[in-house]
């Protein structure tokens, strides 16, 4: 069997929710380009007009986020954040210097210690950890971003952390934030830079396999902070019942769809008439259930 692609080559990824097999050099083009159709696609970015600042944690995925940006000629730097953990970030720091390196990307690096005075542990006050974490990110990567002239801030937020997003604000009741997820945040003050997610479209699995094939270091080490997520385990058991559909894809592009079709249907207001057969309410001039009538009739006749 040779590789789906170019026909020339042997396979050495096999994708399951694609039903192809690729050689190394092929499966590497095939992510780039799922990548720039969902730049594309969600209008996240301008290559010409457009600074991108990468928020850049040394883990996989905006490592696979960063490397397939580069490699498109995006104009790209990156940002790391060093939220001294104890134990952890200073190790961090050292890995993601190294990585960079690599990739030949200018870095930049805000130590939450050394600029604000506080660790992330010193800041939390009785904020669970990782959400004061998340909200520090945030408005460093803000003002970094605003600060260095950069138009976008692009994270590594790939398919799979999303639907587990989805899951945890649906079942949780959070609408307000259902309503803003997704892969474009615009700004909503002149102070926000907007906000991209390019590897909306792939899995984590995607991203792991992408790094591997270009041979680029990962920080394995989880955070001593990480929590095991259970939704996680829902994704799993869809994927083993339905192993040829590519689950998160499917359900965040399903998702944007009925949340668009819901917000027009909502803003919508359908002029409300009385049928002309029966005298009920209804959106033409016959009701449906006047035309099923009908139909019926029809067929008997
Ligand atoms: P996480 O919240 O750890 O799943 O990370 C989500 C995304 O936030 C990553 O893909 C990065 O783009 C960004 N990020 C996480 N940690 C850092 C960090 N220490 N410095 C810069 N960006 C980060
Ligand atoms: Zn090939």
Redesign the pocket.
Known sequence: MLCKFCKEKKPTVFLPGYRVSLCDECYVNFYQRKVERTIKKFKLANKEQDRIL??????K??LA?AAALARTDWQIEL?????KIVNYSDR?EDFVRKQVELLNLKLHIVDLKKEYGYSLTELKGSRPICSAC?LI?RYI?NKFAREHNFTRI????HAT?ELITLLKNWIGGQTEYIIKQSPFLPSSHEKLVPKIKPLWNTTEEENRLYVQKLELPVFEEK?PN?KIVNYQRIIDTWKKLYPRLPIEQTLLNNFLKTKKSIIEKTEQHFPYNECIKCGEITSGTICTFCKLIDNARNKKQ
């Open positions: 990468v928020a850049f944690s040394g883990q995925d905006s986020l940002l790391h954040i060093n939220l961090l998340g990110k990567m692009a994270t590594g937020h952390d955070c990480a």
